[in-house]
Nanobody, 120 residues
Framework: QVQLVESGGGLVQPGGSLRLSCVVS????????MAWFRQAPGKERELVAH????????YYPDSVNGRFSISRDSAKNAVFLEMNSLQSEDTATYYC?????????????WGQGTQVIVSS
């Protein structure tokens, strides 16, 4: 059984940083596409970073490029999202997802989410 458990969310001031963690059981993170998505109230789910299987290819959308960094740790079988220079627009629930490379994320395994609130 595949399980993803996120942690690390919280309240942070604008300009601050947070590090989200996603610990995975039931599959090896290095063999799959691992992604972070976010969803703000009233908005569609948005991909904010992914790292692909064996190649380790990484993608960020323009909205977070240069501020967010995704990484993985094979020993911990976990994926991380380092978020810097946080802005109010980054407020959302952040979800970790795991999918077969090339298959998209519609049928991915998802974590329960961790909330990030950027506010002074």
């Amino acid at each position: 059984q595949v399980q993803l458990v996120e942690s690390g969310g919280g309240l942070v001031q604008p300009g601050g940083s947070l590090r989200l963690s996603c610990v995975v059981s039931g599959r090896t993170v290095g063999d799959y596409a691992m992604a972070w998505f976010r969803q703000a109230p009233g908005k569609e789910r948005e991909l904010v970073a992914h790292i692909l299987g064996v190649t380790g290819t990484i993608y960020y959308p323009d909205s977070v490029n240069g501020r967010f960094s995704i990484s993985r740790d094979s020993a911990k079988n976990a994926v991380f999202l380092e978020m810097n220079s946080l802005q109010s627009e980054d407020t959302a629930t952040y979800y970790c997802a795991s999918a077969t490379v090339g298959a998209g994320y519609d049928d991915a395994y998802w974590g329960q989410g961790t909330q990030v609130i950027v506010s002074s």
